[in-house]
């Protein structure tokens, strides 16, 4: 009695003690309902790699490219380039299908049993678990077949683990081989049959198994397994991408499509086999690959594994901001994920990233933010991290030189010029070569000239010019005149502070008298952006400073269309030692901005602005 009351306890206590309640996560409304659909505006761009990535994870029921076919087919959308989509009338896409899985880069779309096709759960049956519907957890003749092999090798090599039991270890244990799991993966499993029906045991199995990762994203259930093996949903996969898929869950690393791709040939084609001999497939046709079919599907896995794209969905579908819509977020992120990667290639050891803030001029409380690193606190990066702002700060001097009696038509000489401070003498330099003599103060602001800044304020007196410029910049350093190379950008601030500075400017300037500095800088083939602004925003007029500081160190790029105000950040973080990293906001920052509003899926608005009248002020 004694020894029936110590098992009775034990069992009790394993079940007690394991969360197998959390199984009951896998009973799901599959519906579609509630998801958002996204507008994409008639006159805007999309970049096609993009959106069909995108496509692949939205809650369509058919296959990206045939819907980009059946669009073009439409007249909605038209190919412009080799790889840019322009959208010709306003049409719908859906949104993003959520993402289950609560780890840090994972991906896992449930399904509840009745939408998994029936040639994969039978297929999984045949291969890992015949006798599935027959036993109770635990099948003894494939357990004591398993002990025979293993006691004639001498080693584990085979479990005999029926799919409840793989689920059960999956959910709740390690790979680690024990008596005292196995015992305890035994107790559970025979309390998970009675407790759930088959079909929610299938159903957990295909939702929870992992099936490898791809871009540092780890893929959870058979759902995100399908898209990211082979950009489908699970509906359209053919009968060998299935023997594929199963024939990796034996073990996902050790059949890599990326590592092992013989192995996984062989695998495949044994489970495409054994599936036929079980009539799981049909036999008229024969839906094996050829060597052509295999070659072109690792090609293109490996072009998917250097890119970003998956990792900007995932990115996306935990990013819980209503600033922008899930298209908006991705295409985003993924544009910063590309910067990122492009300037890792060229400085290995560098410890990069990228701040967005963005913003409603009017109300500033509609915002989106956005820091690559999602490990950390971006709270903490967007509003008190602080850059040296660079060459960002101009603007905002300009409209004080304007407020203190200078006009944009007035002019200065370029020829170098020396302070002499406490601190020593100090010389700016000029990032300009064969300069005019004479400049006008709108030269001077559009092509970001130093020696006419420094020049001007000595002119109108370093301690007025201090004193607006702290209407702005609450920290800077005093006196001004002992620290002019703030004047040039040394002042360091978080985004928030430097959004809080750029909306002073840009109400008074969009909504109050003047608007010359916004005239100055709404060409951007006229200012220091002129060689980097894409086809599409050319002709466009919009607010835009680049900024650069630390020897590349800090990267920034504003940009303003009259509504929105977008800062973005690109730089080095940890160590700031690097001396030059040749880096610029033109080439980094503006380029986030450039390619995101370009390929965005919605009209750029050109600039407008109450003291702008056809871009003249009033």
């Not at 086809?535 to 990267?555: E, V, Y």
């Not at 370009?598 to 009033?618: E, I, K, Q, W």
Request: hydrophobic share 35%.
């Amino acid at each position: 009695m004694l020894a029936i009351l110590s098992v009775l306890i034990f069992v009790t206590y394993v079940i007690k003690t394991a969360p197998v309640e959390e199984l009951r996560k896998v009973i799901v409304d599959n519906s579609r309902e509630g998801i958002s659909k996204i507008e994409l505006e008639e006159g805007s761009l999309v970049n096609e790699r993009e959106f069909l990535t995108y496509l692949s994870f939205s809650s369509t029921l058919k296959s990206p490219q045939k819907i980009v076919n059946e669009l073009i087919a439409e007249g909605a959308v038209e190919s412009i380039d080799s790889d840019q989509l322009l959208i010709k009338k306003d049409f719908k896409i859906e949104g993003l299908i959520n993402n289950s899985c609560d780890r840090v880069y994972c991906f896992q779309h449930r399904l509840s049993f009745q939408n998994i096709p029936g040639y994969l759960w039978k297929g999984l049956i045949g291969i890992e678990d015949r006798r599935f519907l027959e036993h109770k957890g635990v099948d003894y003749i494939s357990l004591a077949r398993a002990l025979i092999h293993d006691i004639s090798v001498m080693k584990f090599e085979q479990g005999g683990s029926t799919l409840t039991q793989q689920l059960i270890k999956n959910l709740f244990f390690t790979n680690e081989k024990k008596i005292s799991r196995k015992i305890k993966e035994f107790i559970l499993s025979y309390y998970v049959e009675n407790s759930f029906e088959k079909e929610k045991i299938l159903e957990a199995y295909f939702n929870e198994v992992f099936w490898g990762s791809m871009q540092g994203i780890r893929i959870k259930g058979i759902y995100a397994a399908s898209l990211f093996y082979f950009s489908k949903p699970v509906s359209s996969l053919k009968p060998y991408e299935v023997a594929i898929l199963i024939g990796m869950l034996k073990g996902p690393y050790y059949y890599s499509p990326f590592k092992y791709q013989e192995r996984l040939k062989t695998r495949a084609q044994v489970v495409y086999k054994t599936l036929i001999e079980l009539n799981l497939f049909p036999k008229d046709k024969n839906y094996a690959w050829t060597s052509d079919d295999w070659e072109n599907w690792f090609k293109k896995l490996e072009k998917n594994k250097e890119g970003r794209d998956l990792r900007s969905i995932w990115r996306a579908t935990v990013d819980k901001s209503e600033h922008f819509n899930n298209y908006e977020k991705f295409v985003l992120i993924n544009k910063s994920e590309k910067i990122l990667n492009d300037l890792k290639e060229k400085n290995k050891n560098g410890d990069f990233a990228i701040k967005v803030l963005n913003y409603k001029l009017e109300k500033p409380l509609e915002k989106y933010e956005y820091y690559s690193k999602y490990e950390l606190s971006k709270e903490e990066a967007i509003n008190q991290t602080k850059h040296q702002i660079g060459s960002t700060v101009k603007p905002i001097l300009y409209k004080i030189f304007l407020s203190l009696g200078k006009e944009m038509s007035d002019t200065t000489d370029t020829s170098p010029i020396t302070l002499k401070l406490i601190s020593g003498e100090w010389s700016p330099k000029e990032g300009r070569r064969n300069l005019n003599k004479t400049v006008s103060l709108e030269q001077a602001l559009k092509s970001s000239m130093n020696r006419p800044l420094i020049k001007i304020s000595k002119e109108l007196g370093f301690e007025n010019i201090e004193k607006e410029l702290s209407k702005y910049i609450e920290t800077i350093k005093k006196p001004l005149s002992e620290y002019p190379s703030q004047l040039l950008g040394s002042i360091e601030l978080s985004l928030y502070e430097l959004g809080k500075a750029y909306s002073k400017l840009l109400i008074d300037e969009c909504y109050g008298k003047g608007g010359d500095v916004l005239k100055t800088l709404i060409d951007p083939n006229q200012t220091t952006i002129s060689r980097r602004v894409n086809k599409k925003l050319r002709n466009l007029s919009f607010f835009g400073k680049t900024g650069t500081s630390n020897n590349g160190l800090d990267n920034w790029f504003v940009g303003f269309d009259g509504r929105d105000v977008t800062i973005i950040w690109t730089g080095h973080e940890g160590n700031r030692d690097i001396k030059d990293l040749k880096l610029y906001g033109g080439t980094t920052s503006f380029e986030v901005f450039n390619s995101f509003f370009r390929d965005r899926g919605r009209r750029f608005a050109d600039m407008s602005c109450p003291s702008l009248n056809n871009t003249s002020p009033n």
